[in-house]
């Protein structure tokens, strides 16, 4: 039986599946038609029911839910592990950080101000609408295009993720906020960033299968972390491999093998908040794969 599977090219997906799609754990009889693609691309699939199995960030499996649930294996979260939200004028950057370090709302003046963003339902502008819910002049970019907008100066602001969390200082761009570190400071939980999800029509078997091959990968990932180098290479963007593990341990970890009850209380916490703040639409739809 083949299935679809859809993640990113970023050395923390590929980890993860390297076991899974290249047979190096036992699949069952499963074969995986793999696609690679950028998370809000993957977003969007997920909205049209693309794929079987796919990776898809928190806030758009919200207007995913009703298709998909959520594998309690291959997610990321942690904490330290959220977006960054950058500038390049650094009187720029410490404007903002003081205007949210004292609650205050940016001033009228800013929101002209144009943000570059790696996708309107990525978890990341969703905690962007959180800390600056008045900067609104967003434009939606390719994320590993986002620093380099900023230098030219076709946006003001960048909302980065993935490896350019370890790149942007030596470009001379400056940090406002980290968003993972506000959203932890507000909710004392670990900030979730994206899952893995599976078609609810799948046989119920099926999908706890998936489930455990998921977990199996990761665990093969965690006790041989070499096996992959070549494969996760080939995707890296021509990445430093220090620079892919810093990658790697950022978002891989113990809630990408078990989200267990502190991964799941984070994500019903962040469903419960965008709902309460109109940011979602509200669902009676169970969230997690449960048997």
Request: glycine share 6%.
């Amino acid at each position: 039986m083949k299935l679809t599977l859809g993640f990113s090219p970023c050395p923390n997906d590929t980890f993860i599946f390297d076991a899974l799609i290249h047979h190096k754990i036992d699949t069952g009889g499963l074969e995986f038609d793999v696609q690679y693609h950028d998370v809000e691309t993957l977003n969007q699939k997920a909205f049209q029911g693309e794929l079987d199995i796919t990776k898809l960030s928190y806030h758009a499996f919200a207007y995913a839910v009703n298709d998909y649930e959520l594998l309690d294996a291959g997610s990321a979260l942690g904490f330290g592990v959220g977006p960054l939200f950058i500038a390049k004028d650094p009187a720029l950057a410490e404007r903002l950080k003081k205007a949210l370090e004292s609650d205050e709302e940016v001033d009228i003046s800013e929101h002209s101000l144009k943000i570059g963003i790696p996708g309107k339902y990525t978890t990341a502008n969703f905690l962007l609408g959180l800390a600056f819910p008045n900067l609104q002049n967003k434009v939606e970019l390719v994320f590993s295009d986002i620093e380099q907008s900023l230098l030219d100066g076709t946006i003001d602001l960048g909302l980065i993720i993935h490896e350019n969390r370890f790149t942007y200082q030596t470009k001379g761009l400056h940090k406002v906020v980290d968003l993972g570190d506000f959203w932890e400071q507000t909710t004392n939980s670990p900030i979730p960033l994206g899952g893995i999800v599976v078609k609810r029509s799948l046989d119920e078997e099926l999908k706890l299968k998936i489930n455990r091959l998921v977990r199996e990968s990761v665990q093969f990932a965690f006790e041989n972390p070499k096996s992959g180098l070549d494969y996760i290479r080939s995707h890296a963007q021509e990445m430093a491999e220090d620079v892919m593990y810093k990658h790697i341990d950022l978002y891989v970890n113990t809630y990408s093998e078990h989200l267990d009850n502190e991964g799941r209380r984070a994500i019903q916490q962040m469903f419960d908040k965008a709902q309460a703040l109109k940011l979602i639409p509200r669902t009676d739809k169970r969230l997690f794969l449960t048997r």
